[in-house]
């Protein structure tokens, strides 16, 4: 799996803007994510940034974004149809499952925001975690990846001390089909996955 890690990712502005977000105190057995998308004609939906905030945010990254793509999974550039900037609380003692994202995700990315000392993400070549390596926490840090089915398995969680706060930072389609054209994989397997992942975690906090 190629990964790519980009250190200082946001500039001074929008780093101290996530930093200073008001946001809510969790349960240290849970997760919050805020919701943040924007599409190519600037329609804005966003739970927890304003829509100027957001437009900033695609105007200042998504070019960049699309060059990391372009080095990691070119043919899929050409699907792009939105982008994503969630939000991500983490709470002290939440681990989320091992996976390898949903197959709308073109361009998958991390910025580590709050606070000064987490846990990073993990990746692995299975999903039982075989041959696992740590990309470490560090503030303003990005870890971008092009997902690919049942191949690029990753997982994270806080330290058990402090709430992990990261922006999740996705270029997104819903030309599933092609991806998995792209891919080589089974449009019907991927897209059962896709629908079924989100109930299995719900009920039984693993993916399928």
Known sequence: MKIKVIDNFLN???FKMFQNLDLPEI???KIKIFHNKIDKD????TECVTNQMLKDLQDNYHQQA???LEELCPEKIKLYNYSEFHVVLTGSKYKFPIHDDT???LLSGVIYINPEKNKGTMFC???KGFNSKNVDWKQNRA???ARK???TWHSFESDGISTRVAVVYNLMTTDIKSVCKIEGKSFILSLLRYKINPFIYKFLKKVF
């Open 143 to 145: 870890v971008f990846f």
């Open 66 to 68: 699309l060059k990391i």
């Open 103 to 105: 197959p709308n995700k």
């Open 27 to 29: 349960s240290p057995d």
């Open 125 to 127: 070549d299975d999903k």
């Open 42 to 45: 600037n329609n804005c939906f």
């Open 149 to 151: 089915e049942r191949e």
């Open 12 to 14: 001074e502005k929008d």
